[in-house]
């Protein structure tokens, strides 16, 4: 095998190593305003250098997190000591990711309907990536449900892009994190959700495999299948986890390496339990399923810091007890009491 192919090989059997997920802290600078804003800390670059220095820079959390994914200011920032943070998750043995989609336009044609930017000038950026220390990438795909949407043609172009962007991670040596996100934000039921899923997920390994992309060297990242937040019916935790689990089994091929979900707008408690599920609840997957949450891992840390230095240590350990326990649901031994325990 090649350098370049077993190097993929080993990033990504660690990007979801037993026992461990990924933290999602690649928001874009309008995501980050509104999370800043959410707790009335102004977003400037001091700002956002303090608050990711706490997320990546926490003793423990390597036990739980194989990786994470920055943003490309984070990348290029470093520790109040001046160590770079690609450095400092080195150092707790913690792998470097990078978002290097350029975020969603509306797509032509299609009112009501995403695609997502950023394939120009794209092999020299991740070029640069792998030297400032990333072994993985991300790139996120937004696929909307309503009144006649998704459309074949968005389904179409968002995923020929991830297969444009995956092979070209794979030709410089980064895993490619392939994310296609149903969002959860209309009032459809549960049943739409899972068809809209199945067909993107189909649609999506088609376009792999027709861009000779190698799914053994591909992690993918998804959204559970659940009904929207508007649905008059919402599921059960059971429910989520039975229909998510049908739906991969349905559509994902077993030389993936890892399937990681979304948080997508659950809350914290709701994305442990509902990965715990799964894990428990199937024992002989074809694939480990574990977490790349950005929201339901952050949102109690972000709200205990509040912007102030002396709660540091408070929003630490928030970060960490959430670590923890998806951790834990990753192997399905999640319990709700450890919650009270905290
Ligand atoms: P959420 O878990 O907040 O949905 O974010 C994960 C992510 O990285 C979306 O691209």
Redesign the pocket.
């Known amino acids: 095998m090649s350098d370049i192919k077993a190097e993929l090989t080993a990033t990504a059997s660690a990007m979801v190593a037993k026992g461990k997920g990924i933290l999602?802290i690649?928001e874009s600078f309008p995501s980050i305003k509104k999370r800043f804003d959410g707790i009335g800390i102004e977003s400037n670059e001091e700002n956002r250098r303090a608050y990711r220095e706490i997320l990546i820079d926490n003793p423990g959390a390597a036990d739980y997190i194989s990786g994470m994914?920055l943003f490309d200011e984070t990348i290029r920032q470093a520790t109040k000591a001046g160590e770079t943070f690609p450095a400092a998750l080195k150092r707790q043995g913690i792998l470097t990711g990078i978002?290097v989609d350029a975020g969603t336009s509306d797509l032509a044609g299609h009112p009501g309907e995403k695609v997502t930017d950023g394939l120009d000038g794209l092999r020299k950026r991740l070029t640069e990536y792998r030297t400032l220390g990333a072994r993985f990438a991300?790139w996120?795909a937004v696929i909307t449900i309503g009144a006649g949407i998704p459309t074949s043609a968005c389904i179409e172009a968002n995923m020929h892009a991830l297969a444009r962007y995956a092979g070209l991670c794979q030709e410089v040596g980064l895993v490619p994190m392939v994310?296609p996100?149903v969002l959860m934000d209309a009032d459809n039921t549960i049943d739409t959700c899972y068809t809209v899923t199945r067909t993107t997920l189909h649609t999506l390994f088609d376009m792999l495999d027709r861009q000779d992309v190698r799914c053994e060297h591909t992690i993918l990242?998804v959204n559970m299948v659940v009904p929207g937040k508007l649905c008059a019916q919402q599921a059960s935790v059971s429910d989520v986890a039975a229909q998510t689990v049908r739906c991969l089994l349905d559509s994902v091929p077993a030389s993936i390496p890892g399937v990681v979900f979304?948080?997508?707008?659950q809350s914290a408690e709701l994305?442990t339990a509902h990965l715990n599920a799964m894990n428990a609840g199937w024992k002989n997957l074809p694939w480990p399923l574990s977490f790349?949450?950005?929201?339901?891992l952050q949102a109690p840390c972000l709200k205990a810091w509040g912007g102030k230095p002396e709660n540091t240590a408070a929003a630490k350990a928030r970060l960490l007890h959430r670590e923890k326990c998806n951790g834990l649901a990753s192997l399905g031994q999640y319990k709700p009491e450890m919650e009270k325990a905290a």
Not at 262 to 265: F, R, T, Y
Not at 292 to 296: D, E, L, M, T
């Open positions: 999602a690649d994914i978002k991300k996120r994310e996100e990242k979304l948080s997508g707008g994305a790349s949450y950005g929201r339901a």
